[in-house]
């Protein structure tokens, strides 16, 4: 058991170390950074690999699952986004905006487990053969930019964090490989969506090893 | 805590021992084990200190501050919790043989007695019984009169020595 004299030291000790602090941006602002930059990241890996497939601007007019299925991956960017910027300030409100993540992400599952249910006939030119990688691959330097900026802040939920920064930062070339690769329901869900899910998970556990416990 | 963030010491000395007595205050209020209340104050002080630049001015001091603490108590907690576990797995014949009178069965019935307790008298049980502490030393940490400490391990003992003998005699 510690005894209140302890206290004293401690208090004596923080005092003696205070360095005056930068102000940190708003969660809002950082998210809006944050996405901007892995979106163009992403996009720019994305493309590095390999031109969008033929005929995508006419899947997107004629299917409409294909572009429910890319709005709600967007959704699920722009809530996981904010969630996990949100999640590394104390005392921020977070549960709407999670909830709200939670909600986009089974909702692009739905919409893809739907037409695999429905066997709705798909496109399948233009299929990457390496896509799987090409999205895990693309996902990492977002991953990398949210590590630097969550450093800089102080997330309790460290593994949480690290999670939806990986899957947030995968989900955006997940995104766009609706285009720029098949957009077969049954091949979105093994060959884009479970990479995001996997750097996802190396993203837990980046978090708990390099974020700072507070 | 602005006054803090630009660097004012004595000011930031000041914020910290008030915090202290106030978390402390919080701590007893949420019913956190009174073996941790101090680890809970001083690990939050530490988190405050280095959450410090995450604070906005222009959002309330008191989510802020609660989110910190609460995480800090959890985390205290959990990791007691796990202590508490590992102790009870080899926990001492002095113990064992002090409720019951004699040997108990399996440890399997010293844990399932002891989880039967109410959380005060299990607490009163071990602090004396395990950890050693002294009625004074146990009283103080609850924050009761030692006499009424007293009669909470007795009347522990008695509980927990009837549960064990109802559980033998089964």
């Known amino acids: ?214 | 805590m602005v006054f803090a963030q630009a660097g004012d010491e004595e000011i930031y000395g000041r914020l910290l021992e008030e915090l202290g007595s106030y978390l402390e205050a919080l701590f007893r209020r949420l019913r956190i084990h009174p073996e941790l209340i101090e680890d809970a104050v001083q690990d939050t002080l530490l988190a405050v200190h280095r959450a410090r630049a995450t604070y906005d001015a222009e959002r309330p001091f008191g989510p802020w501050l609660l989110a910190l603490a609460r995480h800090k108590a959890i985390d205290l907690e959990r990791w007691h919790g796990r202590r508490w576990a590992r102790e009870l797995q080899q926990v001492d014949t002095e113990l064992v043989s002090w409720v019951a009178g004699e040997r108990v069965e399996t440890k399997m019935d010293l844990e399932s007695a002891l989880a039967a307790l109410s959380e005060s008298a299990r607490e009163a049980l071990l602090m004396t019984k395990l950890w050693g502490l002294s009625t004074e030393e146990g009283a103080d940490a609850v924050g009761i009169a030692p006499s009424a400490f007293k009669s909470r391990v007795h009347r522990a003992v008695l509980l927990a020595r009837r549960l064990l003998q109802g559980r033998r005699s089964r």
């Open chain 1, 1 to 214: 058991m510690r005894r209140p004299d302890g206290r004293d030291a401690l208090i004596a000790a923080l005092r003696s170390e205070l360095t005056p602090t930068r102000r940190r941006v708003s969660p809002t602002v950082a998210t809006a950074a944050w996405l901007s930059v892995t979106a163009l990241i992403g996009a720019m890996a994305v493309l590095g690999f390999g031109p969008l497939r033929a005929g995508w601007s006419d899947d997107l007019r004629n299917v409409p699952g294909v572009g429910l299925e890319m709005l709600a991956g967007v959704l699920t960017v722009l809530f996981v986004g904010g969630a996990v910027l949100r999640l590394s300030v104390p005392g921020v409100p977070v549960a709407r905006t999670l909830t709200l993540a939670v909600l986009a992400t089974c909702a692009w599952l739905g919409l893809l487990v739907v037409a695999l249910l429905a066997e709705t006939p798909r496109s399948t030119w233009g299929l990457r053969p390496f896509c799987w990688a090409e999205t895990f691959l693309s996902g990492l330097p977002g991953l990398v930019l949210g590590m630097l900026l969550l450093r800089r802040r102080a997330p309790l939920h460290r593994g949480l964090c690290g999670f939806l920064t990986g899957f947030g930062a995968a989900a955006v070339p997940a995104v766009l490989m609706h285009l720029a690769c098949i957009a077969e329901p049954g091949h979105v869900l093994v060959e884009h969506l479970v990479p995001a899910g996997l750097l996802g998970l190396v993203g837990a556990g980046v978090g708990r090893l390099v974020l700072r416990k507070v």
